[in-house]
């Protein structure tokens, strides 16, 4: 498969709204049923919020690498730029956890594991709603804006254009074809 040809066929694969969170929620809830186990563990050697810190930096680079994998069809790993943005909602997704599992202690003051842990899925999973639309909206987006055009259609402009002569034309059909021509339609 030539590059022309696998770029091609990973722009046309970026998926819609829909399969994207169904994605989102196979790869993201995996990972995060797996990361509760191992903050599970951790926190027997160290403190609930360290070992939830160190779970979440660990999490999160391994579900950004899929969801620009898999998720949102990028085609290609995410990179630097989409890890720190990435970083940031899962700065939120912690503070979020972390915050339901103090509240948990507070209301009762030595809960079960598996109390702790339902209410630990459960603001994850509230947190990942969050994560899911910063990332579709605004860390991934550029790649589903080009989704529909491959390299072959994608318009190119070779010289500038200079100058058109127009006879009869109304300032709204201007203005109408300015907006157009800067769109890149």
């Known amino acids: 498969m ?3 040809t696998s770029t091609e066929a990973a722009s ?21 049923v797996l990361s509760s186990g191992a903050v599970v563990l951790l926190a027997g050697v160290m403190p609930w919020g360290v070992a939830n810190a160190v779970i979440t930096v660990v999490s999160t680079v391994l ?21 720190w ?18 509240v948990l202690h507070l209301v009762q003051s030595s809960p079960g594991v598996l109390t702790e842990q339902i209410v630990y899925l459960g603001a994850s999973g509230l947190a990942g709603v969050g ?29 500038p254009m200079t100058s058109v002569t127009v006879a009869r034309v109304s300032p709204a059909e201007v203005s109408r074809s300015r907006l157009v021509l800067a769109a890149g339609v």
């Open 2 to 4: 030539s590059s022309d």
């Open 12 to 32: 046309v694969a970026a998926p819609g709204a829909f399969v994207s969170f169904v994605r989102f929620v196979v790869c993201g809830g995996g990972v995060g």
């Open 63 to 83: 579900c950004t690498e899929l969801h620009a994998l898999f998720t949102f069809g990028t085609g290609k790993r995410a990179g630097w730029r989409r890890h």
């Open 85 to 102: 943005q990435s970083g940031g909602s899962a700065t939120a997704a912690y503070a979020v956890t972390s915050l339901a599992v103090l």
């Open 131 to 159: 994560r899911f639309l910063w990332l579709r909206l605004f860390v991934f987006a550029g790649d589903r804006g080009r989704a529909g055009l491959s390299e072959v259609s994608r318009p190119r402009r070779t010289r």
